[in-house]
């Protein structure tokens, strides 16, 4: 086989090669409606909205827990150890404005931390109604604009809200 034919072969496996691993990586990355939303940038101005409300009406939290101590939980971040941060609801045992006593559903255990490392928190009242739960509201929102499904069950979605976001 002479030279000329070899590097040709070369060159054509390699422009061969990289065109099936872009194929891959866009089936790979494409976005696909039937998988719910898991990721969202902490940037994203809905997120925000719905952490500054959760933070706003902290005083509703205070407020209801006495009442229904057994239906509260409040969201925080895990630690991971990836770049992106992951929250987890659990069920709120006992809180002060320094420090909140926490079970976690994943584990099971109890953990502790600072009332400022919640994100977002939640009554569930009678009559399947919720009171706070923004962020999980916006990413319902989020969601529905990128799904046809879920867009139609929306308000449905969003009528088990007491406090709404918008």
């Keep these: 086989m ?22 891959l990586a866009y089936l790979y990355d494409r976005p696909n409606p039937n ?5 969202v940038y902490e940037e994203n101005p809905l997120l925000i909205s719905a952490k500054q409300r959760a ?10 827990y006495p009442r229904y101590p057994k239906n509260t939980y409040v969201k925080y971040p895990v630690d991971t150890q990836k770049t992106l941060i992951h929250y987890e609801w659990g069920k709120l045992m006992s809180a002060d404005t320094v420090q909140l006593e926490i ?7 109890k953990i502790q931390i600072p009332t400022a490392h919640m994100q977002d928190w939640l009554i569930e009242l009678e009559g399947d ?18 799904n ?4 139609e069950k929306l308000d449905s ?3 088990h809200f007491s406090d709404p976001l918008y």
């Design 2 to 23: 002479d030279k000329a034919l070899k590097i040709y072969l070369l060159i054509s496996a390699v422009i061969l090669l990289s065109i099936t691993l872009r194929y």
């Design 35 to 39: 998988i719910p939303l898991k990721e």
């Design 55 to 64: 933070s706003e009406n902290l005083d509703t939290l205070w407020k209801y």
């Design 103 to 109: 079970l976690q559903h994943s584990t099971g255990k």
């Design 129 to 146: 109604q919720i009171k706070g739960a923004y962020t999980t509201q916006a990413l319902f929102i989020l969601e529905a604009r990128i």
């Design 148 to 151: 046809e499904q879920t867009a």
């Design 157 to 159: 979605l969003l009528s």
